[in-house]
């Protein structure tokens, strides 16, 4: 197969992962100078513009950077319909170790990339980038948000995320056991990045028996400074007894290989699209009788918090919108069990039906 024929096949797969997804559209940004290797994905502006965080990431290929920026767009839309934002889904990735490769040329790359599409994409932060990379951005372009607090911003998003949570948690709780309560209730944590050492903080106050996992060390050691945790192998986490499993890393950890092995009634955690497949994995925690609180509805808080931005900013009414994530955590979860479908399922109903109300009016204007 010649160049040009591999390359016309290669946009032909793209295009048709962006139909099977239902992608509105994707841009492919690179830049030799920084060594900027980026992918921004818009997925659906029926709401409004596509909002979602920027991750920097060491991927093992283009292919599952991609691929990854793809779920996350998708999981963008859905999150901010259910959240009850005029808001779209988007999200963009950096392909690069953020330890080593992020450099102020490099993201100010990114920012001018980012304002070429004229505020149909806004990007915040996510995994690998924090509100001084969102400063470096805001150089090139308005269309940021997640800015520290001294710049009129919100800062970090992490404390309304790991709040929502929290409440999803509880909300989940409450759906099986009749109490939210957690005193006594044995969590794994997968991740002790800021939304997880966040929600930890909720969880020990609320003198849960916490359990710890990370790839890296030295935010554990950051952890266990703070919080009276007990430090488990990563590799390990799958199997221990516990009473909820709340990943709070990256994705996909709900698969063919985990599922089998889990021991517990609950997931509920932070990270997004845990679920490798929704249909499948859904359906298969149903069968394990575990009971699975959708990612992108109980870690809408993040989202909810950077909105805020765009109106005025204030951490006390970010907070208490993110409140509401209890109840329709509650209300996804009954109308799963009715239904006879996962609550995955039942979430993404919930979202789509307002997607799809604001589309017939968009029509009549």
Request: with cysteine.
């Amino acid at each position: 197969m010649d160049t040009a024929t591999k390359t016309a096949t290669e946009i032909t797969g793209v295009l048709t992962d962006m139909n099977r997804m239902g992608h509105e559209q994707v841009v492919f940004c690179q830049d030799e100078a920084t060594g900027l290797k980026s992918i921004i994905g818009i997925h659906n502006t029926v709401l409004g513009p596509a909002l979602g965080g920027t991750r920097m990431w060491h991927y093992n290929s283009e292919a599952e950077a991609l691929e990854d920026v793809l779920r996350l767009s998708r999981g963008m839309t859905f999150k901010s319909a259910i959240a009850g934002l005029n808001l779209g889904g988007g999200k963009a990735v950096i392909i690069g170790d953020s330890r080593k490769q992020k450099s102020e040329a490099l993201l100010r790359r990114f920012g001018k990339f980012v304002e070429s599409l004229g505020g149909k994409y806004i990007t915040a932060e996510d995994v690998g980038m924090g509100t001084r990379d969102m400063e470096y951005i805001h150089m090139e372009t308005t269309h940021v948000t997640g800015l520290p607090e001294y710049m009129g911003g919100s800062g970090d998003p992490s404390p309304v995320t790991a709040y929502g949570v929290y409440m999803g948690i509880k909300a989940t709780a409450k759906y099986l056991w009749g109490s939210d309560s957690l005193k006594g209730k044995k969590i794994a944590v997968q991740g002790t990045g800021h939304v997880g050492q966040y929600l930890i903080g909720h969880l020990v106050k609320e003198e849960a028996q916490v359990m710890v996992a990370d790839i890296f060390e030295d935010r554990l050691k950051e952890c266990i400074e703070q919080y009276p945790v007990e430090v488990v192998d990563a590799n390990n986490i799958y199997d221990l007894e516990m009473d909820i499993y709340a990943p709070c890393a990256l994705g996909g950890t709900l698969n063919d290989n985990t599922i089998p092995r889990l021991k517990c009634a609950i997931v509920a955690g932070g990270a997004n699209n845990q679920l490798k497949n929704e249909l499948v994995h859904g359906r298969q925690l149903i069968e394990r009788n575990i009971v699975y609180a959708p990612d992108f509805l109980i870690n809408s808080g993040g989202i909810i918090n950077v909105y805020g931005e765009l109106s005025g900013y204030d951490r006390k009414t970010a907070m208490q919108k993110a409140e509401f994530i209890y109840e329709v955590t509650r209300e996804v979860l009954n109308s799963a069990s009715i239904q006879g479908i996962t609550s995955q399922e039942a979430a993404m109903q919930f979202a789509q039906n307002r997607i799809n109300a604001i589309a017939k009016i968009n029509q009549t204007r």
